[in-house]
């Protein structure tokens, strides 16, 4: 079961959409599992939340096995550089793990038309199956036409792709399917 | 027609040492945290005696971190496995800095390009396994991988994500994100690099086929294994010896593959090789004996002389191939006393005849070894 946590207020159409579009992605059941306040020990000194801290320490819901909670946040995120710099971080997952964190604060304006809520609502799909991706053991993938495929990088189009490419698909069926309790 | 040479002709490759590799079991203390080629980084929680297969070992015991699988690696083989530190701050800097440098062009002959990145994986520590995925994510602007490189790819990211991930003390998805920013970094970002280190050198291999020379070759061809005389100036202790080596040292080649993986089989394994060999020789007898077509005439000379066979027997002690096959050379004496006892009545009177006529000499050895085994065969029984 994937359950959606909002650490900010969200449209309930918005949140209706990535549940439906979950489900089909990964054929586990999907519900909006209510709303958490953001905790404030992982806000940075630049206003940005520290990813890792934040998914430590954000208030926790009523879980079973093999569940995954995806929490999602309008903050920016932030993580600790590298050895060649910080990336751009859109979102954070316990990899293998239990919980992810899905920034909006780096997609394009949702705007007032309809195409473009409906492009931001793809965009939200798209990132919230490669958080949930990660929690299912995917890495990243070099087709910029898979989900799974880094955010940031220049081959992704201005409405990407928010599906997942048959080998990780196969994969997180695989994992799936060997987690069922 | 002989297929490609054994694998025990081309010359045996050894491994460059790798920074950071761990050249004894003595090196190894609880709690240390090493990387096990094609594994990923495992914990060592102690070492431990086991009986395995009726020999005593002592085994390092290892803990996989990412499942908690356990792994156990018998002390000796600690250093022939591969095993080796996990790359420090600076390695992996280097390395990141070798991700970051512009592309290569990939090599192209999939069949090169997979057994390079295999031996890689194993053998060039974490910049090998850092070139594996740079090689093949260059290859993936080209073109789509094929599964088997796609699983090859996915499992030496893997590899790499995790080792990252201990060597930096961040969690795996942080180290993931280090990676790809590395290796596919946003518009507009330029990297000040450094000159990367320098990959491990892996052995050359030998792409081509060993050719041998014309007189060899044709020795090779392998008449005598289909019944074919090539002349009586061939020697069939020659041949026999020949053969058996070769299953031997085929033998002892299986022995040490399996033993690469299992090392707790290697030595039973290199134990049982005489047997193995041995029993091997025994099988193919039937089919391998090399000139049945002189038997008839050996079968005289057997009458004559029965002690020959027994002096070439202690010849060649050599190999324990080459034992077998005297084992079996001495056994035929053994047996063909009363194996020959009864064929001097029906053949033995047609090949003394036949030195009388040597034209005809040819068509009559030339029926005789079909009949021959089935003959021998029959007795055995």
């Known amino acids: 079961m994937i359950r959606i946590v909002t650490l900010d207020p969200f449209d309930d159409e918005d949140l209706a959409f990535l549940s439906k579009t979950l489900y089909q992605a990964f054929g586990l059941g999907t519900e909006h599992a209510g709303s958490r306040p953001l905790p404030s020990e992982a806000m940075d000194d630049d206003g940005r939340f520290d990813a890792p801290k934040l998914v430590a320490e954000v208030e926790p819901v009523k879980t079973f096995a093999d569940d995954k909670v995806l929490y999602l946040t309008r903050a920016p995120l932030s993580i600790a550089p590298g050895p060649l710099g910080e990336p751009p971080c859109w979102s954070f997952a316990q990899y293998g793990g239990e919980r992810a964190v899905l920034s909006t604060a780096r997609f394009p304006a949702r705007g007032v038309t309809e195409a473009s809520i409906d492009a931001w609502r793809k965009r939200l799909a798209r990132e919230s199956i490669h958080a949930v991706g990660h929690l299912w053991d995917l890495h990243h993938c070099y087709d910029a036409r898979c989900a799974m495929h880094p955010p940031w990088s220049p081959s992704l189009g201005p409405s990407p792709e928010m599906e997942l490419c048959g080998f990780c698909r196969d994969k997180s069926e695989r994992r799936i399917r060997m987690s069922k309790t | ?381």
């Not at chain 2, 390092?60 to 701050?89: F, N, Q, T, W, Y």
């Not at chain 2, 020697?235 to 690469?260: I, K, M, R």
């Not at chain 2, 000379?301 to 190999?319: G, Q, S």
């Open chain 2, 1 to 381: 027609m002989k297929g490609p040479p054994a694998r025990h002709e081309e010359p045996q490759e050894v491994y460059p040492a790798v920074e950071g590799i761990i050249a004894s079991a003595g090196d190894l203390a609880p709690g240390d945290r090493v990387v096990y080629p094609n594994q990923g980084v495992c914990r060592v929680t102690g070492i431990e005696k086991k009986e395995i297969a009726g020999q005593k070992l002592e085994l390092v015991r290892m803990e996989r971190e990412e499942d908690g699988a356990a792994v156990l690696v018998p002390k000796a083989k600690v250093p022939s496995v591969g095993l080796r530190k996990v790359a420090s701050r600076d390695q992996m800097e280097g390395v990141f800095h070798y991700l970051a440098a512009s592309f290569d062009d990939p090599e192209l002959d999939w069949k090169v390009r997979h057994r390079d990145n295999a031996d890689r994986l194993i053998a060039g520590g974490v910049l090998g396994v850092a070139e594996v995925v740079k090689g093949l994510h260059s290859l993936s602007r080209i073109r789509p991988l094929p599964a088997k490189e796609r699983e090859q790819y996915d499992n030496a990211r893997h590899l790499l994500v995790h080792e990252i991930a201990v060597s930096l003390a961040v969690p795996p998805a942080l180290a993931e994100d280090y990676l790809d920013y590395a290796l596919i970094p946003p518009e507009g970002v330029r990297f000040n690099l450094k000159p990367p280190p320098k990959p491990v050198e892996l052995p050359l291999r030998p792409r081509r086929r060993i050719t041998k020379p014309a007189a060899e070759e044709e020795d090779d061809l392998g008449l005598g294994d289909l019944g074919i005389d090539l002349g009586p100036e061939l020697e069939l202790g020659v041949g026999a010896a020949a053969d058996g080596e070769s299953a031997a040292a085929a033998a002892g080649d299986e022995a040490t593959e399996g033993g690469g993986e299992a090392g707790a089989e290697a030595q039973p394994a290199h134990a049982g090789e005489d047997a193995e060999a041995g029993g091997e020789d025994e099988e193919l007898e039937p089919a391998r004996k090399p000139a049945p077509a002189k038997k008839p005439e050996k079968a005289a000379a057997a009458a004559k002389k029965p002690e020959k066979p027994a002096r070439k027997a202690p010849e060649k002690p050599a190999a324990p191939a080459k034992k077998a096959a005297a084992e079996k050379a001495s056994a035929r004496p053994a047996a063909k006393p009363a194996a020959v006892a009864k064929p001097k009545k029906a053949p033995a009177p047609v090949a003394a005849k036949k030195p009388a006529a040597p034209a005809k000499k040819k068509p009559a050895e030339k029926a005789s070894p079909a009949k021959k085994p089935a003959a021998a065969k029959g007795k055995k029984k």
